[in-house]
């Protein structure tokens, strides 16, 4: 039954790691692209750039 449940669970973090890999993967390009605007917008106000800090802090 141990094994068992040791098997199920090596599968379910396997396919969660596989997920989150693959997520990685298609998500670095944009956070680079989203790095270069967010440097291009620097010079906005301080408020939005709080705003731009605060969602590049929570990715």
Known sequence: MVIQFGGILYMVLCSIVVKVHCFVISVV?????????????RGWSK?????????????
């Open 29 to 41: 390009p944009i956070i680079h692209i989203f790095m270069l605007s967010v440097a291009c917008i």
């Open 47 to 59: 408020r939005n750039f709080f705003t731009i800090n605060t969602l590049s802090g929570l990715l």
